[in-house]
């Protein structure tokens, strides 16, 4: 079975308040899948619906093709790691790894070699014997997974266990643990609020919002591609102009924003006279200084109101004539000189047209 759960049609309510309505999703078998949302969104609300913490108002779970909707956590077969790792303070670590396998009645040979081997698999093998209080905070989150797949569970259930790193951290331990879930061979189901953390480590995203899900992609459709403007505003940083259709064949329209006239492409079958959004990354803005510019045409005058240099890139500010401020990164390159820009100066703003332009429909 590819599918290794299944919700479908699942909701839930708090006191008649709706925290979740009527979710669908399928969630495969051995993928890293990450569920993206701000905080009250239902994310969390939905990692305990599949762990069995908590049960649906309406609505059906599966697991491997069977009912699980009102089945008691400790019989779904799935662990937790939850933001606080709940370490038990007077047991060192080889002992609360082995604390679940011990509540088994597993043999004392087997048990001492899953624990070695879940801890060599987090890399922390060495520190069998130390308590909590002596691990830093990474090494903690390591030792409270270790716990969790000890018990080799068919799914590994994340709540934001990241956010209390610090960001040097953080960064280590994604990829640690995109490089775990490939070695288990399990399915690992991540809860966060971090953008980064959901497109570096899995292999598909699930955007949440206000109790629903707005999208399903892997990280590089739902930031190429994203169906609303939610999703585009949540997944990166994105400039978004106001525009309306003023002409359009089969394959293209003519649109106007700011000013001035571009043909684009009819991607979504957008009819005349319509409102729109035209949706610009920052990374596919290009600028350029004013007397690198011979044919202005396409092209937009603005000034640099703030420059932010990031070691291997620029963020410029910019302010267009408008009025209307965007944000536009550059890339060094070998004439690094490019990147020289200075507060006030006046430069030219284009992008690359086609598949850098992402269009939405306005919903006002």
Known sequence: MNNIIELKGVSKYYHDHPVLQDIDLEVKNREFL??????????????????????????????????????????RHVNTV?????????????????FGLRCQHLPKDEIDHRVREALRMVKLEHLILRKPHQLSGGQQQRIAIARAVVNKPLVLLLDEPLSSLDYRLRKTMQMELKQLQSDLGITFI??????????????????????????????????????????????????IFNAKVLAISPDTIEVEFEGKQFTLKNSKNFSEAEFLY??????????????????????????????IYKGSTVDLILKLKSGTQILATQFFNEDDEKLDFRLGESVWVCWRSGWEVILANDTR
Not at 85 to 91: I, N, Q, S, T, V
Request: aromatic residues 6%.
């Open 34 to 75: 990450t569920i993206l949302g701000p905080s009250g969104c239902g994310k969390t609300t939905l990692l305990r619906l599949i762990s069995g913490f908590e049960t649906p108002s309406s609505g059906t779970i599966l697991m491997k093709g069977k009912d699980v909707s009102e089945l008691p956590a400790p019989l």
């Open 82 to 98: 939850f933001q606080s790792y709940a370490l038990f303070p007077h047991m060192n670590v080889f002992e609360n790894v082995a």
């Open 190 to 239: 991540l809860v966060t609020h971090d953008q980064e953390e959901a497109l570096s480590t899995a292999d598909r995203v699930v955007i949440m919002n206000h109790g629903l899900i707005e999208q399903i992609g892997t990280p590089r459709a739902v930031y190429e591609e994203p169906e609303n403007l939610h999703v585009a505003q949540f997944v990166g940083e994105v400039n």
């Open 278 to 307: 035209i949706l610009l990354r920052p990374e596919d803005l290009e600028v350029w200084g004013v007397n690198e510019v011979q044919n202005p045409e396409n092209m937009y005058s603005a000034n640099v109101v703030q420059v």
